[in-house]
């Protein structure tokens, strides 16, 4: 079985602090994706990557960056935590285009709560 | 935009109850559509999709055709279950992909409650 997992399930930061969040799949992948999920809202589209070392913004880039150094594993950085910024995140994996049997994969998700 | 467009709940239905969740979309092109469900504590899981107008997609007894000429991919079941309790999501993407390459575009998701 494809397995996503992140480093945290719950998290709590202080308004100001640097946060990392980790994401690491085990299928050999392309394609990763975060994602932040609020009642009422949904998931929406952080930033996603096709490669190791790239990456592109989603619907709501802002206050956040990401980094891809290796292939397995995808993080999502607060550069400086807002309590706006409390949330549920998700991280997702995906083989390449062109298989039509391919889906997103999903983490059990971190919850962040910014005091 | 895209934009996805589902019913609010919660849904609360009785055990055997026939389920219908509303999902309709906004696009610029031709593009995929999924459920997913997403159980308590949980990520995501895929339900099902569909790739191109008038497929229908299905999993677990859970059905939803994609109707283009009424931009709408509404989940059905026949007879509910106390273990399909969960939130449901439909999605949509744009790229060509069938939805694994591309960001996904979310509903707000639709609470179901099953009562035995």
């Known amino acids: 079985d494809v397995k996503v997992t992140q480093s945290s399930r719950y998290l709590v930061k202080r308004t100001g602090e640097k946060v990392f969040l980790e994401c690491v799949q085990d299928?050999?992948?392309?394609?990763m994706f975060w994602y932040r999920q609020d009642p009422g809202l949904g998931l929406r589209l952080i930033y996603f990557s096709y490669d190791v070392k790239m990456k592109e913004k989603g619907d709501i880039p802002e206050g956040y960056s990401v980094s891809r150094e290796k292939k397995e594993r995808f993080s999502l950085i607060l550069e400086s935590a807002s309590t706006n910024q409390t949330s549920m995140y998700l991280c997702?994996?995906?083989?390449?285009?062109?298989?039509?049997?391919?889906?997103?994969?999903f983490g059990p998700g971190t919850r962040l709560l910014v005091l | 935009g895209d934009s996805v467009t589902q019913m609010e709940g919660p849904v609360t239905l009785s055990e055997e109850a026939f389920l219908t969740i509303n999902c309709t979309y906004t696009?610029?092109?031709?593009?995929?559509l999924f459920w997913y469900v997403q159980y308590p504590g949980e990520g995501l899981q895929l339900l099902l999709k569909a790739t191109k107008a008038d497929d229908k997609g299905s999993n677990k007894g859970f059905e939803a055709t994609y109707r283009k000429e009424t931009t709408s991919f509404h989940l059905e079941k026949g007879s509910v279950q106390v273990s399909d309790s969960a939130v449901y999501f439909c999605?949509?993407?744009?790229?060509?992909?069938?939805?694994?390459?591309?960001?996904?575009?979310f509903g707000k998701g639709t609470h179901l409650i099953i009562q035995p």
């Open positions: 696009a610029t092109g031709y593009p995929s």
């Open positions: 999605a949509l993407s744009e790229g060509d992909s069938g939805g694994g390459a591309d960001g996904l575009t």
């Open positions: 997702a994996s995906s083989s390449r285009a062109g298989d039509p049997q391919e889906t997103q994969y």
């Open positions: 299928m050999d992948h392309e394609n």
